[in-house]
T-cell receptor, first 115, second 113 residues
Framework: AQSVTQLGSHVSVSEGALVLLRCNYSSSVPPYLFWYVQYPNQGLQLLLKYTTGATLVKGINGFEAEFKKSETSFHLTKPSAHMSDAAEYFCAVSFMNTGFQKLVFGTGTRLLVSP | NAGVMQNPRHLVRRRGQEARLRCSPVKGHSHVYWYRQLPEEGLKFMVYLQKENIIDESGMPKERFSAEFPKEGPSILRIQQVVRGDSAAYFC???????????FGPGTRLLVL
């Protein structure tokens, strides 16, 4: 069965520091990969996605992620954290062998940004 | 352009009552998905619908839960005889096609007393 693991339920960084949120997946077929952000009491907003092609994907708000097939990883990074980045981040995968994008989510990582 | 709309945003029910959650997809989107987020967990897929058809309901509990997406009007997720374990945030997403990006609504937070 496909699954997504996000290491660290909470990550704390200082404003201006590097943000690294980890995501690993298990799958026997190549997945599509996504990062979503959820602000308090709001829905999920797509940050970026990987389907095919270039393995380094750039998203909104300065975030990027790199698909590493050999490591089955899709870690999310941002060079310099901003206070407004504080939110919950979800990694998700989908597999087109179901005929549609059936998203499987990780348990989420809450990013805390201190001044 | 309006995004995915869900109502109500918050719903309180007593055990045994019915809960009806509504989702209006992005205009022009004919594919709707429902997900449930239990406290401190990620979202779990429940059901995928196209207009008037349930395509995949592999994530729906076998009893008390049902979903529809009629030709006209919003998609409805219905939970009969709610129990405390149904307390969660229920998110709806829509897409213009089955292979396209899903856009999420703000969710309905259901609290069962």
């Amino acid at each position: 069965a496909q699954s997504v693991t996000q290491l660290g339920s909470h990550v704390s960084v200082s404003e201006g520091a590097l943000v690294l949120l980890r995501c690993n997946y298990s799958s026997s077929v190549p997945p599509y990969l996504f990062w979503y952000v959820q602000y308090p009491n709001q829905g999920l907003q797509l940050l970026l996605k990987y389907t095919t092609g270039a393995t380094l994907v750039k998203g909104i708000n300065g975030f990027e992620a790199e698909f590493k097939k050999s490591e089955t990883s899709f870690h999310l990074t941002k060079p310099s954290a901003h206070m407004s980045d504080a939110a919950e981040y979800f990694c998700a995968v989908s597999f087109m062998n179901t005929g549609f994008q059936k998203l499987v989510f990780g348990t989420g990582t809450r990013l805390l940004v201190s001044p | 352009n309006a995004g995915v709309m869900q109502n109500p945003r918050h719903l309180v029910r007593r055990r045994g009552q019915e809960a009806r959650l509504r989702c209006s997809p992005v205009k022009g989107h004919s594919h709707v998905y429902w997900y449930r987020q239990l406290p401190e967990e990620g979202l779990k897929f429940m059901v995928y619908l196209q207009k008037e058809n349930i395509i995949d309901e592999s994530g729906m509990p076998k009893e008390r839960f049902s979903a529809e997406f009629p030709k006209e009007g919003p998609s409805i997720l219905r939970i009969q005889q709610v129990v405390r374990g149904d307390s969660a945030a229920y998110f709806c997403a829509s897409s213009p096609a089955s292979t396209e990006t899903q856009y999420f609504g703000p969710g309905t937070r259901l609290l069962v007393l």
